[in-house]
């Protein structure tokens, strides 16, 4: 069981928004404005795509957004394209240590 | 932008040592605390060791403790993780990261008889 909870699954059409949410408690996710969002394919490297609750690296697209409220932080992705389908985590600091959520599998319909 | 480059991975028995580096760049090293995070083949994602900005404290996984140590030094901008002892289940890509910030590729550790 991830330390994060994140929905299993999320999914919609091309061109639509999603939110993928990651509550966690006030000793990580509420605790620090500390909190990274990456995808993942299958044998890859988690690609980086939200860290310190919203900035974006340079090469991620601005369709990819990151905000935080209480011990819930959120993925948002706008505009919808086929190639964002994939898992998706956060990961936040949590004093001495690092916590993960569990993947969300996005499908682009 | 923050760059974090893992090396040091490779084939090893059972027992035997091995050292990772990680080099970093593009933000104040001295500021920031650090973590070494692994990911076993099909599996997510598991912390660890963390160091203080300053080194001043450590903590581990309970499944590496008392044989990984993670050092830094400020001269270079780098991170380390000193891996002794290993086991199969140590098999893994190992990231670095910066906070919650994770490395970019990892580097392989296989331990394999």
């Known amino acids: 069981q991830s330390a994060l909870t994140q929905p299993r699954s999320v999914s919609g059409s091309r061109g639509q928004s999603v939110t993928i949410s990651c509550t966690g408690t006030s000793s990580d996710v509420g605790g620090y404005s500390d909190v990274s969002w990456y995808q993942q394919h299958p044998g890859k490297a988690p690609r980086v795509l939200i860290y310190d609750v919203n900035r974006r690296p340079s090469g991620v697209p601005d369709r990819f957004s990151g905000s935080k409220s209480g011990n819930t932080a959120s993925l948002t992705i706008s505009g919808l394209q086929a190639e964002d389908e994939g898992d998706y985590f956060c990961c936040s600091y949590a004093g001495n240590h690092l916590v993960f959520g569990g993947r969300t599998k996005l499908t682009v319909l | 932008e923050v760059q974090l480059v893992e090396s040091g991975g490779g084939l090893v028995k059972p027992g035997e040592s091995l050292r990772l580096s990680c080099t970093a760049s593009?933000?104040?090293?001295?500021?920031?605390?650090m973590h070494w995070v692994r990911q076993a083949p099909g599996k997510g994602l598991e912390w660890v060791a963390f160091?203080?900005?300053?080194?001043?404290?450590?903590f581990y996984a309970d499944s590496v403790q008392g044989r990984f140590t993670i050092s830094r030094d400020y001269a270079n901008n780098s991170l380390y993780l000193q891996m002794n002892n290993l086991r199969a289940d140590d098999t893994a890509v190992y990231y670095c990261a910066r906070g919650s910030l994770l490395g970019g590729q990892g580097t392989l550790v296989t331990v394999s008889s």
């Open positions: 593009g933000f104040t090293f001295n500021f920031y605390t």
């Open positions: 160091i203080s900005s300053a080194s001043n404290y450590i």
